[in-house]
T-cell receptor, first 113, second 117 residues
Framework: AQSVTQPDIHITVSEGASLELRCNYSYGATPYLFWYVQSPGQGLQLLLKYFSGDTLVQGIKGFEAEFKRSQSSFNLRKPSVHWSDAAEYFCAVGPYNNNDMRFGAGTRLTVKP | GAVVSQHPSRVICKSGTSVKIECRSLDFQATTMFWYRQFPKQSLMLMATSNEGSKATYEQGVEKDKFLINHASLTLSTLTVTSAHPEDSSFYIC?????????????FGPGTRLTVL
């Protein structure tokens, strides 16, 4: 069965500091991996996705993620966090057609001034 | 990116009443839409897959007679929570699947918070 684990429920970082949000997955076939961000009262916005190829994926808003098959991980990173990055972040795994996506529980990011 | 809207954004109703939530893809046609439910501090749980012109496919454990889904057009899917009870209070999120030549992506609506008194 496919599943996604985000070990950190809540992370606080200072503005300008680096960020890494963890994501581990369990998937029986070739995983397609996604990171979404959700601001209060808004829908989920796709930050980036991995289908195949280069395991380091660049996304919007300066985010990147690295797929590590040996560790079943797809961690999200950003070198310098901005106050506007405060939001809820979801990792998801699914097939290419997205028909059966599974989401992690989410990690809430707080940014200190 | 593509835009998906939901209406209403928030609804409070009495126990036993029915509530309809609309999901619209505003600038693209979506043959497939998805309905999710999100409890506080929990993951999004897929409830059903809605296909235009056919019956929805429900996930295991989701009562299809309680959560009625209609996907009457390529831009609109509705979820009706029938005879709502307090345990149905939750955040309901829809998404619409955009299938392009080089991409296949879900775009999410802003969600509807349902509170059943």
């Amino acid at each position: 069965a496919q599943s996604v684990t985000q070990p950190d429920i809540h992370i606080t970082v200072s503005e300008g500091a680096s960020l890494e949000l963890r994501c581990n997955y369990s998937y029986g076939a070739t995983p397609y991996l996604f990171w979404y961000v959700q601001s209060p009262g808004q829908g989920l916005q796709l930050l980036l996705k991995y289908f195949s190829g280069d395991t380091l994926v660049q996304g919007i808003k300066g985010f990147e993620a690295e797929f590590k098959r040996s560790q079943s991980s797809f961690n999200l990173r950003k070198p310098s966090v901005h106050w506007s990055d405060a939001a809820e972040y979801f990792c998801a795994v699914g097939p290419y057609n997205n028909n059966d996506m599974r989401f992690g529980a989410g990690t809430r990011l707080t940014v200190k001034p | 990116g593509a835009v998906v809207s939901q209406h209403p954004s928030r609804v409070i109703c009495k126990s036993g009443t029915s509530v309809k939530i609309e999901c619209r893809s505003l600038d693209f046609q979506a043959t497939t839409m998805f309905w999710y439910r999100q409890f506080p501090k929990q993951s999004l749980m897929l409830m059903a897959t809605s296909n235009e012109g056919s019956k929805a496919t429900y996930e295991q454990g989701v009562e299809k007679d309680k959560f009625l889904i209609n996907h009457a057009s390529l831009t609109l899917s509705t979820l009706t929570v029938t005879s709502a009870h307090p345990e149905d209070s939750s955040f309901y999120i829809c998404s619409a699947r955009f299938s392009g030549r080089y991409t296949d992506t879900q775009y999410f609506g802003p969600g509807t918070r349902l509170t059943v008194l």
